[in-house]
């Protein structure tokens, strides 16, 4: 039994590990994909039509949308599928990668420990409140920062509409853990039932890019976005959720911010500044004493 308990940890935190390069690799590309030729809208339709054409022949073949109410779909639907993937894609159109990371995933922790208590009454131990109260003094060190960078421009609202984003994700992981899904019925439902509604209406009516961008954005965009987020990232951290639970996976997931900005300086040209490497170091600390690696005496 212990070793079967062993077993399921290490597939858990080797799943979220995963899904933390996953996620910092998705930040960088989708800020080029965003920045460049193609449109918000654009990237969200290569996102879930090349994402279900990778996935649709596993998910005939395990008919994994069996099990699935429709209120269910629903709500995996909407908080992990085109609304999240909209916000975050556009707030990558005013706020640089590292406040990507930093905003979709530095406040997940915080987002999961509130619903996770107000759906389920689950109970934060003190060190991992301090822990959370830490990873907001991070966050807002990084939203400072993007102010006063910006001028007073518009790097705020990306910042918000990150919060939203996650907001959402938040959500969708709660969900995930209490009614125990398949990584099957998530993709299903994040990814299947997005293309469904969203890429007809993407290719009738809304604003796109895609005659004219270069083919070598196309393909990155197409690669990138239908495959890691809407498959693999997707089916990792369904099984982080199942095995190490939502707190520890989201928290895991907090790496991101530090993995996003060092990725972003060589790739997008993007230095953050003092305040926001202070408020990334900030976060890390955080996330350490929420996991429980630091203690408080």
């Not at 705020?156 to 969708?172: E, K, P, R, S, T």
């Not at 853990?177 to 039932?193: L, N, S």
């Not at 707190?247 to 900005?261: C, D, K, N």
Request: charge should be positive.
């Amino acid at each position: 039994m212990a070793n079967n308990n062993q077993s399921s940890m290490l597939l858990g935190v080797a799943a979220a590990v995963c899904v933390v390069f996953f996620w910092s690799g998705w930040i960088v590309v989708s800020r080029i994909g965003v920045t460049n030729h193609l449109t918000v809208y654009d990237v969200t339709g290569l996102r879930f039509s090349i994402g279900t054409a990778v996935a649709l022949p596993y998910i005939i073949w395990q008919r994994a949308w069996r099990g699935l109410t429709p209120k269910r779909t629903l709500v995996l639907t909407l908080t992990s599928g085109v609304p999240y993937a909209l916000l975050s894609y556009f707030g990558l159109t005013y706020a640089p990668a590292a406040h990507g990371g930093v905003f979709l995933n530095g406040c997940l922790p915080i987002f999961t420990t509130l619903f996770g208590w107000f759906w389920l009454g689950q109970k934060a131990r003190f060190s991992q409140i301090a822990g959370l109260g830490i990873i907001l003094i991070g966050v807002a060190l990084v939203g400072y920062e993007g102010f006063v960078s910006s001028g007073g421009g518009m790097t705020w609202l990306g910042d918000v509409l990150f919060l939203a984003a996650i907001a959402l994700f938040a959500v969708f992981m709660v969900a995930n853990r209490v009614w125990t899904m398949t990584p099957g019925q998530v993709v299903f439902a994040v990814t299947i039932v997005s293309a469904v509604f969203y890429v007809p209406i993407w290719l009738l009516w809304l604003d796109s890019n895609l005659a004219v961008a270069p083919g070598s954005e196309i393909l990155l965009q197409g690669a990138y976005q239908g495959l890691v987020p809407s498959v693999l990232g997707i089916s990792c951290l369904n099984v982080a959720v199942r095995h190490i639970g939502t707190h520890t996976t989201s928290v895991f997931l907090s790496a991101v911010p530090v993995v996003a900005a060092l990725a972003a300086i060589p790739i997008l040209q993007e230095m953050p500044g003092l305040p926001a490497w202070i408020g990334m170091i900030t976060v890390t600390v955080g996330i350490l004493l929420a996991l429980g690696i630091i203690g408080l005496n």
